[in-house]
């Protein structure tokens, strides 16, 4: 019988050879994709968020675990499709203009898509009708905006004023280093989240 708590344990020692062996057994054993996703992958990328808010591991263990988590969904992903499988919320996320920064970007990603979120990377120096013309053509619950240039923080601003004067209607959370719970408010942000696992917990809140 496969052994989703030993993926789970892959998923958060970033051993992709073993996240890969599981998962393929699982599904060979008829397993549905479902559960192998939320009792194997999810729920090891669940720990690893828990883990890196407590500053018990850093950004390279969440990125290795990320990747491990990657790999086994490229074989996963296809099968959840055909099982029918929805994501829990479909989100677009891009580094707002004049800036070219995606690393912390990337890890919120892989921290969303870990979570079973739908996410669309639209990349970096995203200008604000870039960002409403995605939107348009994707329609996700979830905008994200990540800066990290104080010289590029307006552009989330006017990024905001775009999207709402356009008659969206989507949650937009922002972050980034120079990013704060109090340029959120001002710039009328719906959430902010200073790391990637907290942005977990405020795209779930935006579904409820
Ligand atoms: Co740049 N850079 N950089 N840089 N760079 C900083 C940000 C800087 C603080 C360095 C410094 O001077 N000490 C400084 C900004 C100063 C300021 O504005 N106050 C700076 C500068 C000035 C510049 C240039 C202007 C330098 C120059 O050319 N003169 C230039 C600008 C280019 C541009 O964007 N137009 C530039 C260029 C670059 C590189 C290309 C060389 C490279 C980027 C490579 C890349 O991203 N692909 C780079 C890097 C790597 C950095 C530092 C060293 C590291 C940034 C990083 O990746 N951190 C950075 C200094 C530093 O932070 N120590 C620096 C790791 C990452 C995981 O953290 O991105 O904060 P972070 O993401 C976190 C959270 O913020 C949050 O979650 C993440 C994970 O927990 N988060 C979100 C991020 N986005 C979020 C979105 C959310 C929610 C949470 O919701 C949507």
Do not use: W
């Amino acid at each position: 019988m496969a052994d989703l708590k030993a993926l789970a344990d892959a998923v958060i020692k970033g051993n992709q050879t073993e996240s890969v062996r599981l998962t393929k057994e699982a599904l060979a054993e008829k397993m549905s994709p479902k559960r192998i996703l939320e009792e194997g992958l999810i729920a090891g990328m669940g720990v690893v968020g828990v883990r890196f808010k407590a500053n018990e591991v850093y950004i390279p263990e969440v990125l290795i675990s990320a990747r491990a988590m990657k790999m086994a969904m490229e074989i996963l992903e296809p099968q959840l499709a055909a099982a029918g499988v929805d994501p829990i919320g479909k989100a677009i996320i891009g580094t707002v203009q004049g800036d070219l920064h995606d690393i912390g970007k990337n890890l919120v990603i892989m921290m969303l898509k870990g979570a079973g979120f739908n996410v669309e990377d639209i990349g970096v120096d995203v200008s604000p009708d870039a960002f409403v013309e995605k939107i348009k053509a994707s329609k996700p619950q979830i905008v994200g905006l990540s800066a990290l240039l104080t010289t590029t923080m307006p552009a989330m601003d006017k990024t905001i004023q775009s999207i709402r004067q356009a008659g969206l209607n989507c949650k937009i959370m922002i972050g980034g280093a120079p990013v704060t719970q109090n340029y959120a408010d001002k710039i009328g942000a719906d959430g902010y989240a200073p790391d990637a696992a907290t942005a977990v917990d405020v795209a779930k809140s935006f579904l409820n």
